[in-house]
């Protein structure tokens, strides 16, 4: 099970540092790895994983480690509906919202997100591709959940 453990692992990295536009071009990138595996095998692993290709901002399509819904608070779940260059989930934790992005957009998006502020969210602390946001304690999640969806697709 361990090999399996390591083999996701890699094809987490290299979906997370390369535009892979294929299973073929994914395979061939685990071989020069040293993972020899079939389709189907590439095929399970992906679907665990949760992969689905999205576009980027030419309108190409690559393969990408997404949610299909998000987890927001007491098991209430949302469609993953946010639309925003290289937005890839959101998730509520008490007064912290966690935003994962592409390699690359989360400061951006933290900037858009400080400058057009509601009173509800205090601040960002932005990385490579992951974003916290820390909430005002009396925060309202949907509204939240909704300015960010505004602030998010105008990115």
């Known amino acids: ?39 189907a095998t590439l095929s399970r692993d992906l679907r665990q994983l949760k992969v ?23 098991n209430i779940h949302y469609a993953n509906t946010i639309v925003g260059r290289g937005f890839l989930s959101l998730n509520f934790s008490g007064n912290i919202a966690v935003i994962r992005t592409l390699p690359g957009y989360a400061s951006s ?13 205090l601040g960002t602390i932005a990385g490579d591709d992951t974003i916290m946001l820390v909430l005002h304690e009396d925060a309202i999640l949907q509204s939240v959940y909704d ?6 697709s105008t990115f």
Do not use: C, W
């Open 1 to 39: 099970m361990k090999k399996r453990e390591s083999r996701l692992s890699v094809i987490k990295n290299i979906l997370l540092t390369n535009e892979v536009r294929s299973q073929d071009e994914l395979l061939h990138l685990l071989e020069k790895d040293g993972y020899d595996l079939t389709q």
């Open 52 to 74: 689905a290709k999205i576009a980027n901002g030419e309108g190409k399509y690559f393969y990408a480690i997404t949610e299909a819904k998000n987890r927001m608070n007491n």
């Open 109 to 121: 998006m933290a900037y858009h997100i400080d400058n057009q502020s509601n009173g509800e969210i």
């Open 147 to 152: 300015h960010l969806k505004v602030v998010l």
